[in-house]
Nanobody
Framework: QLQASGGGLVQAGDSLRLSCTAS????????MGWFRQAPGKEREFVAT????????HYSDSVKGRFTISRDNAKGILYLQMNSLKPEDTAVYYC?????????????????WGQGTQVTVSS
């Protein structure tokens, strides 16, 4: 139901835009989010957005560099990542929240995409 794409290998300071395609029935009335998991680490929260796009929230590590947005007409969630750093290297996952609002806990999400790899070289 969720298909993430847009990952790749970039250099530090570069930008990438991730996309996540979801069925409109699954996601249009729900908050959505991005998480990431680096090798040997727990999956961590990155960014979240409410069902209508009015509310967003970011982890401190990406605030000011990443922007989450959504296009409900197309059923697509985006993550614009600027000024990438090597520590941003991870598999990035999109997810659909259980409720309508933004959420930062993994337990608040019901559907997960398969992940897309982002690798940032120094």
């Amino acid at each position: 139901q969720l298909q993430a794409s847009g990952g790749g290998l970039v250099q530090a300071g570069d930008s990438l835009r991730l996309s996540c395609t979801a069925s409109r029935r699954t996601s249009n009335n729900n908050g959505m989010g991005w998480f990431r998991q680096a090798p040997g680490k727990e999956r961590e929260f990155v960014a979240t957005i409410s069902w209508n796009g009015d509310r967003t929230h970011y982890s401190d590590s990406v605030k000011g560099r990443f922007t989450i947005s959504r296009d409900n007409a197309k059923g697509i969630l985006y993550l614009q990542m600027n000024s990438l750093k090597p520590e941003d290297t991870a598999v990035y996952y999109c997810a659909v929240a259980r409720g309508a609002w933004s959420a930062t806990s993994r337990n608040d999400y019901q559907y997960w995409g398969q992940g897309t790899q982002v690798t940032v070289s120094s």
